[in-house]
């Protein structure tokens, strides 16, 4: 299986603070994306990451990989209630292949 | 800003009705994806096409399952025998790189 483990399942934390969210995968890949889904809702694509890339950041979100170690952490700053969703990983292997995901985690943010 | 769209939003039927589940993919992108979540679980992948042409598929995609391109706009997918086990939310995608995604077709069998 290409896809390893997203950790933690569940996060809780209060409005404010910073949310660390990690994703292991197993096999080589082309590039690593993050999505956000509110319940209920489609993927939203928050930032891709390419294999020869360490960091990258968009807003409030950093992203990292080590493709040594073959993770990724997903950080938001400075959390709001609306970033309360399940929060997913995905690699693909080549350009344009199938997306692989993760188990997701489930991020609320308390008022 | 240009979207995929999925068609219907929510689909209720009875174990054994055929279903189809229809997308219109962004107008330049040239690969298509379906994908599945069961209710609390991850994202699975069940094709891919490109070139009118099935390029990848999945386990989960048995004989049941067959998708279209039939008029060069639509992209669709149809369960021929719907089963309980296939209750689930589908997510069209389409790509030009980056994958953009539905907001999904939540599909009860009764």
């Known amino acids: 299986s290409q896809q390893g483990e997203e950790d933690p399942q569940a996060l809780s934390i209060q409005e404010g603070e910073n949310a660390t969210m990690n994703c292991s995968y197993k096999?080589?890949?082309?590039?690593l994306q993050w999505y956000r889904q509110n319940s209920g809702r489609g993927l939203v694509h928050l930032i891709l990451?390419?294999?020869?890339?360490r960091e990258k950041h968009s807003g409030r979100l950093r992203v990292t990989l080590d493709t040594s170690k073959k993770s990724s952490s997903l950080l938001i700053t400075a959390s709001r209630a609306a970033d309360t969703a399940s929060y997913f990983c995905?690699?693909?292997?080549?350009?344009?292949?199938?997306?692989?995901f993760g188990q997701g985690t489930r991020l609320t943010i308390n008022p | 800003e240009p979207e995929v769209t999925q068609t219907p939003s929510h689909q209720v039927t009875q174990m054994g009705q055929e279903v189809i589940l229809r997308c219109v993919p962004i107008?330049?992108?040239?690969?298509f994806y379906w994908y599945r979540q069961i209710l609390g679980q991850k994202v699975e992948f069940l094709v891919s096409?490109?070139?009118?042409?099935?390029?990848?598929k999945s386990e989960i995609f048995d004989d049941q399952f067959s998708v279209e391109r039939p008029d060069g706009s639509n992209f669709t997918l149809k369960i021929r025998s719907t089963k309980l086990e296939d209750s689930a939310m589908y997510f069209c995608?389409?790509?030009?790189?980056?994958?953009?995604f539905g907001e999904g077709s939540r599909l009860t069998v009764l």
């Open positions: 995608a389409s790509s030009a790189g980056e994958l953009f």
């Open positions: 096999t080589s890949i082309n590039n």
């Open positions: 990451i390419r294999s020869n890339e």
């Open positions: 995905a690699t693909d292997r080549a350009r344009a292949q199938k997306l692989v």
């Open positions: 107008s330049n992108h040239l690969y």
């Open positions: 096409f490109y070139n009118n042409e099935i390029s990848e």
